[in-house]
């Protein structure tokens, strides 16, 4: 039997963690109809760890499909959490975290960044990714002791004709010149690890559970994606709702 993951995950907004479930049952009821002799198994994770144990603690060969719904950005699956107290940001920190976001939708002056008031706890491509994200958003990982890279997974888990999608906001998102100091297009990073054959999917821009093409409550798979195969590109800048797959949840 083969076995179908779905993982949600916390979020520092209750609606946005109560969204992320509600996406998560929407799949979940697609994969049992779709495939009523596989074993769905819907999880809720609040951090990196989390997730790397519900992959490796499968048995090998039988994921045939992943799908996580989380916030996510081109370093990874992003969790954060509210510090109990603020600490003060450091010149380096300030510095990064003014140049990274001044030409974003919601810029920060190096005064605004002085105090740094949340923690990191997801999964990253890497160090340098886990770096780049910690800067983007003014966060710390200093205490964080479960955040994990890609390198801790067992990708021997999936079976080489799976399929995995990243619901969150821009994992397969290319920064022309970002990967000269950190790394992006986490989607990308994931499927140039997992087994040859295996599908991965993630948005390019800004994912949104609503107002979606197939009027299901609180769904993702609408929007623009990147597809990648053995680290390649098989669908670039597609419309997520165009396209279906073996072993989605849109076949």
């Given amino acids: ?11 520092i907004k209750t609606s946005d963690a109560h969204t992320f479930r509600a996406a998560a049952f929407t799949l979940e009821k ?3 109809s779709i495939y009523p002799n596989d074993l769905v198994k819907t ?9 790397v144990s519900t992959i490796n603690k499968e048995a090998r060969d039988t994921i045939i499909s992943l799908d996580v719904v989380s916030h996510g950005n081109q370093g990874g699956i992003h969790i954060a959490r509210k510090l109990v107290h603020p600490v003060k940001s450091g010149v380096i920190q300030k510095s990064a975290h003014y140049k990274i976001r001044r030409y974003s939708d919601s810029p920060q002056s190096i ?9 990191m706890h997801g999964l990253y491509t890497d160090w340098f990714a886990k770096k780049g994200v910690s800067y983007y958003y003014n966060q710390t990982y200093a205490n964080s002791t479960d955040t994990r890279y890609l390198s801790s997974i067992e990708f021997n888990r999936f079976s080489n004709e799976g399929f995995v999608e990243f619901h969150g906001c821009r994992t397969a998102e290319h920064i022309p010149g970002f990967n000269n100091y950190f790394k992006d297009n986490f989607a990308k990073q994931f499927s140039d690890k997992i087994q040859r054959g295996v599908t991965v999917i993630g948005h390019i821009t800004n994912s949104n559970p609503n107002k979606t093409p197939t009027g299901k409550f609180s769904d993702y798979r609408h929007g623009r994606v990147n597809v990648y195969q053995d680290g390649s590109v098989l ?17």
């Fill in 30 to 32: 697609d994969y049992n």
């Fill in 235 to 251: 669908h670039k800048e597609a419309l997520r709702e165009a396209l279906v797959f073996p072993n989605s949840s849109t076949r």
């Fill in 1 to 11: 039997m083969k076995t179908r993951l779905i993982v949600h995950t916390d979020s």
């Fill in 43 to 51: 999880v809720f994770i609040k951090s990196g760890h989390d997730l």
């Fill in 111 to 119: 005064e605004q960044a002085d105090l740094i008031e949340q923690s």
